[in-house]
């Protein structure tokens, strides 16, 4: 792969760390091979290499997405599109929504729930460089009971022996980590409610023994505050929501309530973070065309629950929960702006963004930084996103996996 360098005004070697002027990245064959002052770094280059400089702009690590759906279109009713499409129909559109996450700056994202391991199919069509693509992490058909969440997907279990065939079928298939629904949730007509619980500690901790003998991770998609608290004893790696949502008065009584005792939502925050448990809040860019149907209410609990996550040293990580209704692939860098609106400062959102969002996905030797020896993911932006995180949403050039992309001119507004 020909060598390229990349100067600009300034680079982010790494949120939160040193920012050099005047600066340039060398790259070639995916991995970075070195950072530095212009003077420095340019006489370095081998004969050959192509030369792109940005005045006025910044080069950062690529953008990670902790939270994708592929197989969805972020259309009102996803699932009915999605039975109606053959896989091959199907693929074809997931390629385009990739290229989408990727004209955003997204160099990473985690697809955490498919079907028919198709997800397995685009990632190593991007890595073989035959699509354009951010790299891919993938979790198959998210594990979930009979009729439950998201059931239409092909991960169906019921009790722990049921659990553990199904996350080693998960696994054989080609799946990088494994996905558990918890909880119930919103999308699956007829299914549980958020607050309802789909399996037991001892179900879950199944899925994490099997996911560990294989060197794989486990994200937990979890709303219901004792489904949080059985996540977290199993020793997930990830909770995807994390809303501590409770039932209703009148659910009182009713099959999947919790009865026993439940630790309070600070008391569960504080055992998070002793335990480096990762947190993907999933707010959206796509919310703020959707304000006139959100409970204000909630919403600002729910912000205000990022603000104490963070204050607590919870490693929040980012990402849009892409393809459910209203969560476009293309607005990754306006699902931000909820971190600051929580109060978070901007160099703190550009570290969930990449390094700590790399660490969670088991990627921090690899992306994340800027550094000789990383992966080539990189994004170049106008002006400075320390000081207004909208230059995100205006894309230069993107770099992933050493590949060289230049994004669509205009970000993607409406679903594929």
Known sequence: MTARLLTADRLLLGPGGATLADAAVLFQDGLITAVGPVDEVVPGAPEGTVRTDFPGATVLPGLIDCHVHLVFDAGDDPLGTLAGQHDHDLLLAMAGRARILLDAGVTTARDLGDRGQLAA???????????????????????????????????????VE??????????RGGADLIKIMVSGGTLTPGGPPTWQPQFTEEEIRTAVVEARRFGRRVAAHAHATPSVAAAVAAGV??????????????????????????????????????RGIAVCPTLHGGLTDLMHLVDQDELARLLRQIADHHAAGVRLIAGTDAGVPGAAFGRYAESLDWFTRAGLPAEDVLRIATVESARALGLGERTGLLEPGRDADLLVVPGDPREDLTALRHPRAVVSGGRWHVPAATVERNPV
């Open 121 to 159: 199919r685009l990632r190593d069509a991007i890595a073989a460089g035959k699509v354009p693509g951010p790299r891919l992490l993938t979790a198959g058909a998210p594990v979930t009971v009979t009729g439950g969440h998201c059931w239409m997907l092909g991960g169906q279990a019921d009790g």
């Open 237 to 274: 790696d990830t909770l995807e929501h994390c809303t501590f949502t409770a039932p209703p008065p009148e659910a009182a009584g009713t099959p999947g309530e919790s009865t026993g005792p439940v630790p309070t939502a600070a008391e569960l925050t504080r055992v998070i973070a002793e």
């Open 162 to 171: 049921g659990v553990r065939a199904t996350v080693r079928r998960t696994l």
